[in-house]
């Protein structure tokens, strides 16, 4: 009677997701965060720097920093995002950490800004994408195949019994340099942001 009713409204229901729908969910949702960078000298039309992804409401751009040495930088910047084109300004380079940022101007923002992953939730083995692509958006898929930590020092003065603490300083996967472009954004199968990829093939985490 009415104890098996409540019995069945109250059984949990099991929904299984298919890898390949997180993967392409993943990718649907996160196009419009990835940002293509463009340098411009002169009356040019701009030359393709790398890519990066949109951090903030704000417009702020995450990239890596390589390809934005000081030496021989661009007149200006450029950037194309979910299908619009807008100038740039270069914030912060930051060559020891390997990231940049950009300012694009919230008005250029695609609404939400990209959610970050939980670093210390990284494990090996874990399935990463890679975005890129010059024009079209290319896709890379790989596992994290190394974390290296490092002790993050206390603060000048602390005489408390804390001890340092181990952040993740670099991962690397199983995604090959060639396979994405400068900049990548890394994404977890959660569509959450896993790190910048540099040329190298190392991964800054977010």
């Given at each position: 009677g009415?104890?098996?009713?409540?019995?069945?409204?109250g059984?949990e229901?099991?929904?299984?997701?298919k890898?390949?729908?997180?993967?392409?969910?993943?990718?649907?949702?996160?196009?419009?965060h990835?940002?293509r960078i463009y340098?411009?000298?002169?009356t040019?039309?701009?030359?393709?720097m790398?890519a990066g992804?949109?951090?903030?409401?704000d417009?702020?751009?995450?990239?890596?920093?390589?390809?934005?040495?000081?030496?021989?930088?661009?007149?200006?910047y450029?950037?194309?995002v979910?299908?619009?084109?807008?100038?740039?300004?270069?914030i912060?380079?930051?060559l020891?950490?390997?990231?940049?940022?950009?300012?694009?101007?919230?008005?250029?923002?695609s609404?939400?800004?990209i959610?970050?992953?939980?670093?210390?939730?990284?494990?090996?083995?874990q399935?990463?994408l890679?975005l890129?692509?010059e024009?079209e958006?290319?896709?890379a898929m790989g596992?994290?195949?190394g974390?290296?930590?490092e002790?993050?020092?206390l603060?000048?003065?602390?005489?408390t019994?804390?001890?340092p603490?181990?952040?993740?300083?670099s991962?690397?996967?199983?995604?090959?340099?060639?396979?994405t472009?400068?900049?990548s954004?890394?994404?977890n199968?959660?569509?959450?942001?896993?790190?910048?990829?540099?040329?190298?093939?190392?991964v800054?985490?977010?």
């Amino acid at each position: 009677g009415g104890g098996n009713a409540a019995a069945v409204a109250g059984k949990e229901t099991t929904v299984v997701v298919k890898e390949e729908d997180l993967i392409t969910d993943t990718i649907a949702r996160n196009d419009a965060h990835l940002v293509r960078i463009y340098g411009i000298r002169g009356t040019s039309t701009g030359t393709f720097m790398g890519a990066g992804v949109l951090v903030g409401k704000d417009g702020l751009v995450a990239t890596a920093a390589a390809p934005f040495r000081p030496l021989g930088t661009p007149d200006a910047y450029r950037v194309t995002v979910a299908g619009t084109t807008t100038d740039a300004t270069l914030i912060s380079l930051d060559l020891e950490a390997g990231v940049a940022f950009f300012g694009i101007g919230a008005r250029h923002s695609s609404g939400q800004p990209i959610t970050f992953a939980d670093a210390s939730a990284f494990k090996l083995g874990q399935t990463v994408l890679a975005l890129g692509g010059e024009r079209e958006t290319t896709v890379a898929m790989g596992i994290i195949a190394g974390i290296k930590s490092e002790a993050v020092p206390l603060p000048p003065g602390d005489r408390t019994e804390h001890r340092p603490r181990d952040e993740v300083a670099s991962l690397s996967t199983t995604i090959s340099p060639r396979d994405t472009t400068s900049g990548s954004p890394f994404l977890n199968l959660f569509g959450e942001l896993v790190g910048i990829g540099p040329s190298d093939g190392a991964v800054v985490p977010a």
